[in-house]
Each structure stands twice: as structure tokens, then as C-alpha cells.
């Protein structure tokens, strides 16, 4: 995405959504599916690291989720 005046608007939506990620227990598809098209490898070890402390938290974590961090491995 375009930077405007130094202002990388792909980093800051990467960002905004990682944070809501983190506090919601159980984050939206949409959410996650979004980042997932953002993504840069800089972004992908925050990302990583964010939907692994999902699993930890859920006692029975979601295939979804699952399937999401294997494909970030």
C-alpha cells in the first residue's frame, strides 16, 4: 500500500488488526483473512506469534486456527 507522507497505511492496518487479534478470544475469519492478505515477512513472526498464544489460551483450539499457524511454518 502507498505510503502518504511517511505513513505506511499497510504496516498501520497490519498493526491495528495484530492488536485486536490479540484481545479478542475467539477473532473474526474476516480479521484474520485480512491480515493474511497484508502480510509481509516482517509481519509474519508477530502473526506467528499471536494466533500461537491463541492455541495456548483454547482448551479445544479450532481446526481454522490450527491450519493458519502450519501455514505460517
Known amino acids: 500500500m502507498a505510503r502518504e507522507g511517511g505513513f505506511d497505511v499497510r504496516k498501520?492496518?497490519?498493526?491495528?488488526?495484530?492488536?485486536k487479534v490479540a484481545q479478542e478470544r475467539h477473532p473474526s475469519g474476516d480479521m484474520l483473512n485480512t491480515?493474511?492478505?497484508?502480510?509481509t515477512p516482517?509481519?509474519?513472526p508477530a502473526y506467528a506469534q499471536v494466533l500461537m498464544e491463541k492455541l495456548r489460551e483454547d482448551k479445544h483450539p479450532s481446526?481454522?486456527?490450527l491450519k493458519r499457524v502450519m501455514?505460517?511454518?
Not at 35 to 39: A, D, G, K, P
Open 35 to 39: 491480515i493474511e492478505q497484508l502480510l
Open 42 to 44: 516482517e509481519y509474519v
Open 71 to 73: 501455514t505460517l511454518a
Open 12 to 19: 498501520e492496518v497490519i498493526r491495528l488488526l495484530l492488536e
Open 63 to 65: 481446526k481454522d486456527m
